[in-house]
Each structure stands twice: as structure tokens, then as C-alpha cells.
């Protein structure tokens, strides 16, 4: 089963298309887990015993793990064993938007796949695809190539006109068409704007998106829903980062957002 | 001191442009390293010890280290601080090619520019300049944005045209004329299209570019040199990585290499 399969399963078994993101960020962590040896470990265990049954995902975002050097490195090898013990069937996501040449692409590819496990990576595209075949070949793991961004200034680069059209919709039949021969690719598609999701669905089917940008970053979930899904009804990663972890009732948070989020599926 | 002002302090003082690789992977070390307790840190110091004398700087490659895990990421900090207490005035580059969200952004700038303590850190533009902000605010700091990348498909992406223009072009001048106001940028300049090289050099003015792509991808050195070089016959930071680390003679390929270029210098 491959990744794609895998949080489709997991989608319909728990009835959600919510991802949670541990950025688990030491400076932000409830005082009561800084008595931890690892605060990091301690809290994730937390945050996904109490909301891994609205989840079909999680993601871990590596930058906050590696600002503590070798121990938060450590932590987040013991968050994702901790997870994939508890909850094997869950997608776990490794966002390092990672774009390499060759041989240190395929370091990465081992490093995240293999030597941590994840089932999942986020990529960038701007070195093109040969940068990104180390991870492509692992034909079991998903491979969530940047398309469009929901940082503010993302337009900066990816709206850029190629031929008439914003190089986003470049990026997005390229991956569809050419580089997902291995069935294994995804996009990340900003939830802050709806025209582009919903042109993007156009360029490519049936793929599936890692949604950022609910919640605090603005995005609105009808409008994600309406013009993201697929035709299976699935076909998005909605992720919530900061909205659910740091929230005073994280179950309560990932429980309103599955049910937001299903209100408006078919 | 800033980043540039060092790394050319420090061309002049060993009277070099050479750049050394240190992608020191596991896999590819002398077999009398694998019996340390920690191999690439012991390989390390053999490497600075045999090499400073020709290096103006050092380059690390991320993925080489935390593919080992903890124990990676503590050799990656520990051949760090030796190589600062021994030749503080090389100029120390961490090549992670990042690129994220703004309060993801933050914390690896935080990871690469503080805790782990590097001058200089390669940069992905496709998220465009608000994502890099974080890095960019440390004036002191190097920021080396990727514009024309050395692997061989790097055509697919960069090469696109806007406006009748390749994208790297544009990558070059929002760079030089909007993203270096704390005059901290440097972009990554492939070695191996002289062409490119020379228009790029056209467009920054004296911008230093972290060349990649000498020796085996292919790259002449005599025509970076003549494209490359700024007014003050400087400008490049020349990368070699496993044609020296990996030699038979790691001195004497960095003795030969830095000679190759000054060669080409005025």
C-alpha cells in the first residue's frame, strides 16, 4: 500500500481529512512539559493521544526539532516511532521542503524514509525533477512537491508568468504529467485561495493536496472544500498546526475541525 | 564582519578562492575513520587539518550528517566548532537549501545561524523573499540564494522563460536589487555555463557567487574564472567537495585545485 492509499484508508476509517502539525516549537510548549527530559517527546505523546482519532495525518515540521540540536533530533525519531506504534494506519508527514542535486538528494530520501520512516516528504521543485528522483524512485512513499504556497509573498516567484500562465500551474502539470510515474506524487496547495484551488484540481485529476493555510493563515474551509476535493471525496490533507497543539483543549480543537471540515463533504 | 567581508579577508590572507565540500558520507570514508566512535568527525578534522591551508572556506552539507541520525547532526556541530577554534577566519557554509514559512524559517535561521553557529546558509527562492526574511535579518549573516543550479535538469525549472527572460535571470536581479538591502545575499552560480556565469555576473555587479559544478559535474575553471571574477578580482566561492575529500592526497588535490584557479586570477 502506498502512502496515497494508505491516508485514503485511514481518511475513511476515522472519517476525517484533518492532518495535525507538531510544530512542536520548545518556546511554545505549556510550562508543564518543560520538566521533561524531552519536552518535545512528552508533549507530542500528548498532543496525539488526545487528538489522533480526528486525525488521518500528522506532519512534523523538522525545523523545530532541529533548533535543538541532536536531542531534538532524537525527540522527533521518538514522536514518530511513538506514533507509528500507536497509530500505525496515520499518514505522518515530514515537511522539509527538501530540493537537492543527486547524491544529496538521495541522502535526504534515505535520511527521511528510511533511517526515520516517514511515509511522506514535502519537496520543492525549483531545481526540477532530477533533483528530486532519489525520492521519487521510492515508489511506497509520497512524495508533496510545492505548487503553491500560503506564505504571503508566495506569489513572488510562483505567480510569475511563464507563456501567460503563473509557473504554479507549470509546476502542477508537470508534476501530474511527467513526474508522477510512479503514482506517488502530491502538491501543496495554499487554502488561502480558492480560484487557484480549484484550477489546479482542473490540471490534475484526481491528486492529492496537503492544505496549509487554515485557520490562522486565513483560508476558509468551505471554499477549500468546494473546490478542492476530489472525485472520490477525499483528495486533500487539510493540515492545522498551531490551532489544534497549542490550543488549551487540543481534542476539542481537532474535533471541531473534522467536523468543519466534513460539514461540507459529499 | 560580515559574512562577505570575511570570506574575502580571509581569499586574501591564504590567497584562495577555494571552497572545500566536507559531504562527509558514511558510506564513502576511508575504512581506517569507520572505527571511530565518531567517523565523521574524526574524518573532519583530518580533512581541515590537511586542507585549511588552501581553503578560504568550508562547506557542509546537511544531508550527509542527519542521514546518521542524533549522532550525525552532533558530529555536524562538533567538526564545526573544531574547524572554528582552528581557523576562525574561514568562512563557514551550511548547505541546507532551505526555504519555509516565515515562523518555520525563523527557527532554522535560529538552528543554522546561532545554535549550530554558520556564517553563511544556501536558500531556496521559490517561496520568494518573505519566506527568507528570517535569514535575511541577520545582516552579519550570509544568505546564498539558489539561482542557476548545477545538477543537469536544473533547465526544467529555472530555465523557464518569463517575460522572454530565463527564470534564473530574474532570480538574479530581485535578489541583487531587492532581497540584499542588508547586503548579505550571495546567489549559488552553476560552473558548468560560462554564459550564464557571465550574464548573471552582469546583472549583480560585484555579488559573490558560491560556484558549484567544478571537476566532476563538468565545469571549466578557466571560464568561470573569466566570467565570473568581480572587480576586485574576487566573487567566487569555488566549491569542490569529493574530488578533494575523497582523494588519494586530500592536501595535495586542494594545493592543486586552489593553484588551477589562481592560475585564471589578475
Same mark, same amino acid.
Given at each position: 500500500?502506498?502512502?496515497?492509499?494508505?491516508?485514503?484508508?485511514?481518511?475513511?476509517?476515522?472519517?476525517?481529512?484533518?492532518?495535525?502539525?507538531?510544530?512542536?516549537?520548545?518556546?511554545?510548549?505549556?510550562?508543564?512539559?518543560?520538566?521533561?527530559?524531552?519536552?518535545?517527546?512528552?508533549?507530542?505523546?500528548?498532543?496525539?493521544?488526545?487528538?489522533?482519532?480526528?486525525?488521518?495525518?500528522?506532519?512534523?515540521?523538522?525545523?523545530?526539532?532541529?533548533?535543538?540540536?541532536?536531542?531534538?533530533?532524537?525527540?522527533?525519531?521518538?514522536?514518530?516511532?511513538?506514533?507509528?506504534?500507536?497509530?500505525?494506519?496515520?499518514?505522518?508527514?515530514?515537511?522539509?521542503?527538501?530540493?537537492?542535486?543527486?547524491?544529496?538528494?538521495?541522502?535526504?530520501?534515505?535520511?527521511?524514509?528510511?533511517?526515520?520512516?516517514?511515509?511522506?516528504?514535502?519537496?520543492?521543485?525549483?531545481?526540477?525533477?532530477?533533483?528530486?528522483?532519489?525520492?521519487?524512485?521510492?515508489?511506497?512513499?509520497?512524495?508533496?512537491?510545492?505548487?503553491?504556497?500560503?506564505?504571503?509573498?508566495?506569489?513572488?516567484?510562483?505567480?510569475?508568468?511563464?507563456?501567460?500562465?503563473?509557473?504554479?500551474?507549470?509546476?502542477?502539470?508537470?508534476?501530474?504529467?511527467?513526474?508522477?510515474?510512479?503514482?506517488?506524487?502530491?502538491?501543496?496547495?495554499?487554502?488561502?485561495?480558492?480560484?487557484?484551488?480549484?484550477?489546479?484540481?482542473?490540471?490534475?485529476?484526481?491528486?492529492?493536496?496537503?492544505?496549509?493555510? +487554515?485557520?490562522?493563515?486565513? &483560508?476558509? =474551509?468551505? #471554499?477549500?472544500?468546494?473546490? $478542492?476535493?476530489?472525485? @472520490?471525496? /477525499?483528495?486533500? *490533507? +487539510?493540515?492545522?498546526?498551531? &490551532?489544534? =497543539?497549542? #490550543?488549551?483543549?487540543?481534542? $476539542?480543537?481537532?474535533? @471541531?475541525? /473534522?467536523?468543519? *471540515?466534513?460539514?461540507?463533504?459529499?
Amino acid at each position: 500500500m502506498n502512502a496515497i492509499d494508505k491516508y485514503n484508508a485511514r481518511a475513511d476509517n476515522v472519517d476525517s481529512l484533518l492532518c495535525i502539525g507538531l510544530d512542536s516549537d520548545l518556546a511554545r510548549l505549556p510550562k508543564a512539559f518543560l520538566n521533561h527530559e524531552t519536552p518535545q517527546l512528552a508533549f507530542n505523546r500528548h498532543i496525539i493521544d488526545a487528538t489522533a482519532e480526528y486525525a488521518a495525518a500528522f506532519k512534523f515540521n523538522i525545523a523545530f526539532y532541529e533548533v535543538n540540536g541532536a536531542a531534538g533530533w532524537r525527540q522527533l525519531a521518538q514522536s514518530l516511532e511513538y506514533l507509528r506504534q500507536h497509530h500505525p494506519d496515520a499518514l505522518t508527514i515530514c515537511d522539509a521542503k527538501r530540493g537537492d542535486i543527486g547524491n544529496t538528494s538521495a541522502a535526504y530520501a534515505r535520511s527521511i524514509f528510511i533511517e526515520l520512516g516517514f511515509d511522506a516528504v514535502t519537496l520543492n521543485p525549483f531545481l526540477g525533477r532530477d533533483a528530486l528522483q532519489p525520492f521519487l524512485d521510492y515508489s511506497g512513499k509520497g512524495c508533496i512537491i510545492l505548487c503553491r504556497t500560503s506564505n504571503p509573498g508566495a506569489a513572488e516567484i510562483q505567480d510569475l508568468k511563464v507563456a501567460g500562465r503563473p509557473l504554479w500551474q507549470l509546476v502542477a502539470e508537470k508534476v501530474a504529467r511527467e513526474w508522477n510515474d510512479q503514482r506517488n506524487c502530491m502538491l501543496v496547495v495554499s487554502a488561502t485561495n480558492p480560484d487557484e484551488m480549484a484550477q489546479i484540481r482542473a490540471l490534475t485529476g484526481d491528486m492529492t493536496f496537503l492544505v496549509p493555510g +487554515i485557520g490562522a493563515q486565513g &483560508g476558509d =474551509i468551505e #471554499a477549500v472544500l468546494k473546490t $478542492g476535493l476530489n472525485s @472520490a471525496g /477525499r483528495g486533500l *490533507i +487539510i493540515n492545522s498546526s498551531r &490551532g489544534i =497543539i497549542f #490550543a488549551d483543549d487540543p481534542a $476539542g480543537a481537532a474535533a @471541531a475541525l /473534522r467536523a468543519a *471540515i466534513n460539514e461540507h463533504r459529499p
